[in-house]
């Protein structure tokens, strides 16, 4: 079946203006995470939902991001007024949250450039 | 916080074994895993461990857990020039959420 889809692949924007980044989860898969991975650095968590509300969002870096999932399966990030720093590749993952474990199948992600 | 630490490169030859180590902070983690990324394509998972295991072998893969050093390591035998990529060590939070917390990468490299 399809995996885990996100756009666009490629962003480019000004300092200073609004994005909007996409992720398609697998289907049924009620867990979806966002990850951002800068240049050289593993993946950092960003955000996890379960379902359509977000259940730990303690690594956002600031208010200029949110993430929303309104109807429990697709998510868009929003970053505000954009900085340099934001450059990065977001990842989004979903699971099944089955117990004992649960596998995070990744998207191939957004390289975001801030210019 | 969490902090996971890897060394940042390593070259093996072609049929040798690689042995990529990793260290952790969480001793509460339940579940460690082994992340693989090429480019241009996203992470995958290669395998994990549960923390009450010392052991666990897939296929060309080993994995070995040290839980009183916080040690992790992932060998695998045979390598080849496929196998060549980033290879990520994490824990996961075991505070419900299981998010995972990263190391830096090591990158693979193999020599033909």
């Known amino acids: 079946g399809a995996g885990v889809s996100q756009t666009p692949s490629n962003k480019v924007t000004e300092k200073g203006k609004y994005v909007e980044l996409r992720c398609d989860p697998i289907s049924g898969h009620t867990a979806l995470y966002w990850y951002r991975q800068s240049l050289g650095q593993g993946p950092e968590f960003l955000i996890y939902?379960?379902?359509?509300?977000?259940?730990?969002d303690s690594g956002l870096p600031n208010d200029r991001f949110f993430a929303v999932r309104p109807e429990g399966s697709v998510s868009t990030l929003k970053i505000q007024r954009t900085e340099r720093g934001d450059s990065a590749v977001y990842l989004c993952?979903?699971?099944?949250?089955?117990?004992?474990?649960?596998?995070?199948?990744f998207g191939p992600g957004t390289r975001l450039t801030v210019t | 916080g969490e902090d996971v630490e890897q060394s940042l490169f390593l070259s093996v030859r072609e049929g040798d074994s690689s042995v990529i180590n990793c260290t952790y902070t969480d001793s509460s983690s339940t579940y460690l895993y082994w992340y693989k990324q090429e480019p241009g394509a996203g992470l995958q998972l290669l395998t994990y461990i549960f923390s009450n295991m010392d052991m666990k072998q897939d296929q060309r893969l080993t994995v070995l857990l040290n839980k009183k050093d916080k040690h992790l390591s992932l060998r695998i035998a045979d390598t080849q020039t496929g196998d060549s990529a980033i290879y990520f060590c994490a824990e996961s939070d075991q505070t419900g959420a299981n998010n995972l917390f990263f190391g830096t990468g090591t990158r693979l490299t193999v020599i033909p």
């Open positions: 939902f379960q379902g359509t509300g977000a259940a730990d």
């Open positions: 993952a979903s699971s099944s949250d089955r117990p004992p474990w649960d596998e995070q199948y």
